[in-house]
């Protein structure tokens, strides 16, 4: 009988283990190598599951910033406003914040304060 592999929890795991990866070598200095010895996993099956190095670490920083929100969330309650939207509305509004972090936490401020 075929082994049944949970498909996003694998994808998690390895999201995790580039977290800490990049948290020990530096985003630069991380290689494939270092996030499959992290996940316990081949780079083979890295590569099974993400098709760069790149897309690993954008699914390490989406689950980073799901985190982050649902740790907010925890603590304001039903704010209309979420992170993740302030972020990606900042993201994708490319002149409206002009790599301005300042900016970001305004936004941040305000939507708590709401």
């Not at 390490?60 to 969330?73: F, K, S, Y």
């Not at 979420?82 to 939507?111: C, F, P, Q």
Request: charged content about 30%; proline content about 1%.
């Amino acid at each position: 009988m075929p082994k049944i592999v949970d498909k996003a929890a694998q994808r998690q795991n390895i999201a995790l283990a580039a977290c800490r990866a990049v948290a020990h070598n530096g985003i630069d200095a991380t290689t494939m190598v270092d996030i499959a010895r992290e996940a316990g996993v081949t780079t083979g099956m890295i590569t099974h599951y993400f098709g760069s190095k790149n897309d690993i670490i954008h699914a390490a920083l989406r689950l980073v910033l799901e985190r982050m929100e649902a740790r907010i969330q925890a603590r304001i309650g039903g704010q209309s406003e979420t992170l993740y939207s302030i972020l990606k509305e900042m993201l994708e509004d490319k002149g409206g914040w002009n790599g301005n972090i300042e900016r970001v936490e305004e936004r941040i401020d305000e939507a708590l304060k709401e």
